[in-house]
Structures are given as C-alpha cells and as structure tokens.
C-alpha cells in the first residue's frame, strides 16, 4: 500500500517505506516477543497509518516530526519504539533513559500507558507535572521538575552523565532568565512558554554531551510548532498524516 493510500505525507531524505504489519515490523527491527504480544493483547490488529510510517523511522533512530489527528494512534507510534529502545540498551543506561514532554497534565499522565506488562521490573514510568500550587509557579518550576525526572539516573556507574543534567538545565535557566531581565525585565511570575522551557532541556542535555533521539508528535502544525522544529531537531523526517492543519 503506498503512502498516497495511507493518506501519509513525508518529507525529508532517508524516510524509510510504511510497514504494514507489527509482523514485519518485529522481523526487521527485531522486536522481542514480549512486546509483540504486549500490542497483540491491546487489540491492535495492524498499525494505524501513522504507526505504519513512523514506527519504521523511529525505530532506525530518526529524528521525526510527526503531526497526526487525535485519535489516528500517536501513542503507540511513539511508545513502541521507546519501550524497545529502552529494552535493548539496557547496560548502557541502568535507570531513566526517555522523558516524554507534555504541554498538558492530562498528556502528561498518559505515560503511564507505556508501562508494558510481562517485563516486571525493567520499564516503569513515573510523570512529573509542573507544580501543585499556582499555575504561574507549577509552570515556572516545569523544568526543574522535568530535569528532576532526567536527574532520577542516580546510579555512578551508567556514566552517562544524566544525573548532571540536572544542574545544567537550572543554570541554562537562570542565565536566559537574567539575560532576559536586561532586555524585557521578565516577570518572576511571568510563565514561560513550553518552547521556550522544551529548548531549556534540550540545551542541558546538549551541554552534557546527552545526544537523545528527538521526536515531536503533535496533531496539528502551527507556526510555533514549526519554529520549535527549525531550533531544535535537524533534518527531522517529516510525517504528516491526514490534511495540513487538522
Ligand atoms: P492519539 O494520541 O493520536 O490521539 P491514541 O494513541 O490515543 O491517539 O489512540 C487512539 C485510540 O486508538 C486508542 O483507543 C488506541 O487504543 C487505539 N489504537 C491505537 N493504535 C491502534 C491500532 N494499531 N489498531 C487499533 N486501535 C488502535
Ligand atoms: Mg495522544
């Protein structure tokens, strides 16, 4: 079935072709059982189109944008590939090895989705939202708690620097806020944009030599969106599923 049937858009060199079936997916990307049968017992006969064409991209480490209608399965078109790589590279990283971002408490919690049954013990999911109290302050101390939640890696000998990433993100953040001061004098109650605290994260994590595999999902694509896109992931696979915009 081609792309055009899949009503799937893509953009960008090495995009590989939709795979049709969580069969083939398993035999090329050499999923384990487990997780199979973990897709099997939700019901889930074949990937949706949107699964069918990002599935393949992440699983070959791609950076992807991906901008699906509600509802068109986005879920899983991330969480398989996160499961998998986190089951693979197990030595590497002992502990917390993906952090998903949500600009909502309601995505947020949806984490929870990924915890996949019959691997005990291996992947569990914890959410961090941005504050209890105050919107303004909840929003303020998003990043802080989302580096809380990098910074859970506590075990010395991952060595893969995650638990510093901590530091960082709260001295990025301190510097763009008195950097700012001189030119809008920001507000402390002033919140930030989710961009704008996304790229904060993601500039820690640079500082760490942490190269993530990045991914945006999103069911539409506005301007903003696209701007994010352009600072931070380069040469993403684009994926655009359905009409632009809805
Ligand atoms: P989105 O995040 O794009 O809004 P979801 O990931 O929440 O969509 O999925 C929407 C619904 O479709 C959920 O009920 C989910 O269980 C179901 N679903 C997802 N993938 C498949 C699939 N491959 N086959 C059948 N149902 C699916
Ligand atoms: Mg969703």
């Given at each position: 079935m081609t792309r055009r049937a899949l009503h799937v858009r893509v953009k960008g060199h090495d995009a590989p072709d939709p795979v049709l079936s969580f069969e083939t997916l398993g035999e090329t990307f050499n999923l384990s059982e487990q997780l199979l049968k973990n897709v099997a017992s939700l019901g889930f006969k074949r990937p949706?189109?949107?699964?069918?064409?990002?599935?393949?991209?992440?699983?070959?480490?791609?950076?992807?944008?991906?901008?699906?209608?509600?509802?068109t399965g986005k879920t899983l078109a991330f969480g398989l590939p996160i499961v998998h790589h986190l089951a693979k590279d197990k030595k590497k990283y002992k502990r917390l090895r993906a952090v998903l971002l949500a600009p909502t408490r309601e995505l947020a919690s949806q984490s929870g989705e990924l915890r996949p049954e019959g691997e005990a013990g291996q992947v569990d999911t914890n959410t961090k939202r941005a504050g209890g109290g105050k919107k303004e302050k909840g929003r303020k101390r998003f990043a802080e708690n989302v580096t809380n939640t990098v910074?859970?890696?506590?075990?010395?000998?991952?060595?893969?620097?995650?638990?510093?990433?901590?530091?960082?993100?709260?001295?990025?953040?301190?510097?763009?806020?008195?950097?700012?001061?001189?030119?809008?004098?920001?507000?402390?109650?002033?919140?930030?944009?989710?961009?704008?605290?996304?790229?904060?994260?993601?500039?820690?994590?640079?500082?760490?030599?942490v190269q993530p595999q990045k991914a945006l999902f999103s069911a539409t694509l506005t301007a903003k969106v696209d701007n994010w896109v352009k600072e931070n992931l380069t040469n993403p696979i684009r994926i655009i599923v359905g009409t632009k915009n809805t």
């Open positions: 949706s189109p949107v699964q069918a064409q990002s599935l393949p991209a992440m699983l070959k480490g791609l950076e992807v944008l991906v901008a699906a209608p509600t509802g910074a859970e890696n506590k075990d010395e000998q991952s060595g893969d620097g995650l638990p510093r990433v901590e530091d960082e993100t709260q001295s990025v953040w301190k510097n763009r806020k008195q950097n700012e001061c001189g030119k809008e004098r920001r507000n402390e109650r002033q919140r930030a944009s989710f961009a704008e605290q996304l790229s904060v994260v993601m500039a820690a994590c640079t500082k760490m030599g």
